[in-house]
């Protein structure tokens, strides 16, 4: 059994920042590579930032850049994404997911991604 659980999501007023967790059970996280995707209403999903096996490497889109910040924990088997300043268009269902085919554990891209948490909600208004 391999599942992702996120957690974390809510409803905050803009500005506001939330702390959002992947866990994961039935497997282990640290030599994988794992991503965050979001999938806002009427829009496709994209994926938003990426973390590295070893947490050394990661990856940004340019809208979150500055205030989105990946983290994993691979004691605890759980990443981490810390948003803050959260803008209205940050609105979305926020997903984690674990690249279990790239050996080497890098961020090699937002196409790459097969085991897929449930997503958490994240609603920014006022």
């Known amino acids: 059994q391999l599942q992702l659980v996120e957690s974390g999501g809510g409803l905050v007023q803009p500005g506001g920042s939330l702390r959002l967790s992947c866990a994961a059970s039935g497997f282990t996280l640290d030599i994988y590579a794992i991503g965050w995707f979001r999938q806002a209403p009427g829009k496709a999903r994209e994926g938003v930032s990426c973390?590295?096996?070893?947490?050394?490497?990661?990856n940004y889109i340019d809208s979150v850049k500055g205030r989105f910040t990946i983290s994993r924990d691979n004691a605890k088997n759980t990443v981490y994404l810390q948003i803050d300043n959260l803008k209205p268009e940050d609105t979305a269902m926020y997903y984690c997911?674990?690249?279990?085919?790239?050996?080497?554990?890098?961020?090699?891209?937002?196409?790459?991604?097969?085991?897929w948490g449930r997503g958490t909600p994240v609603t920014v208004s006022s």
């Open positions: 997911a674990a690249d279990i085919f790239g050996h080497e554990g890098t961020c090699r891209g937002y196409n790459y991604f097969e085991v």
């Open positions: 973390i590295s096996k070893g947490g050394d490497g990661t």
